[in-house]
């Protein structure tokens, strides 16, 4: 049995956000802070930062949730590729999110980006989630 822990950390975030929460704290990766970097990019969250956690001796990545006039900024956050189904896309199939208002967060060879950076590079990959 594995552990889904993209999908654990876009859980956290969806009801910390259904909670109106402030922030999220969840075990930090690279992986996890890297989709934070784009996430914060984007203007979907306002900040992340890497915190020591006092209990155990692993990192934890707080992440500070955006709210605009009292409605979050993240309206649905979704995994798309599973560790049971892996997805993955050429740089030309990669769609827009609901029209363009939302993005695609994905894994390249050269790391981890938004759809319209791997669209611009003409790059595909393994699509991790969708945002809007």
């Known amino acids: 049995m594995s552990i889904d822990t993209i999908g654990n950390l876009l859980t956290s975030i969806r009801n910390g956000l ?3 929460r402030p922030f999220v704290v969840v075990p930090s ?3 996890k802070l890297e989709i934070a970097k784009i996430l914060k990019q984007e203007g979907f969250i306002k900040n992340y930062e890497i915190v020591d956690d006092a209990e155990t001796v692993k990192k934890a990545l707080k992440i500070f949730l955006k709210y605009v006039d009292g409605e979050s900024a993240i309206h649905e956050i ?3 590729s599973t ?5 993955y896309a050429r740089a030309g199939a990669i769609k827009p999110v609901i029209g363009g208002l939302g993005l695609s967060i994905l894994t390249t060879n050269r790391g981890v980006m938004s759809h319209k950076s791997a669209n611009a590079l003409g790059v595909g990959g393994e699509i991790i989630c ?3």
């Open 78 to 80: 979704t995994r798309y």
């Open 29 to 31: 990766s690279h992986l």
């Open 18 to 20: 259904m909670a109106s």
């Open 83 to 87: 560790p049971g189904r892996r997805r």
């Open 130 to 132: 969708t945002v809007w």
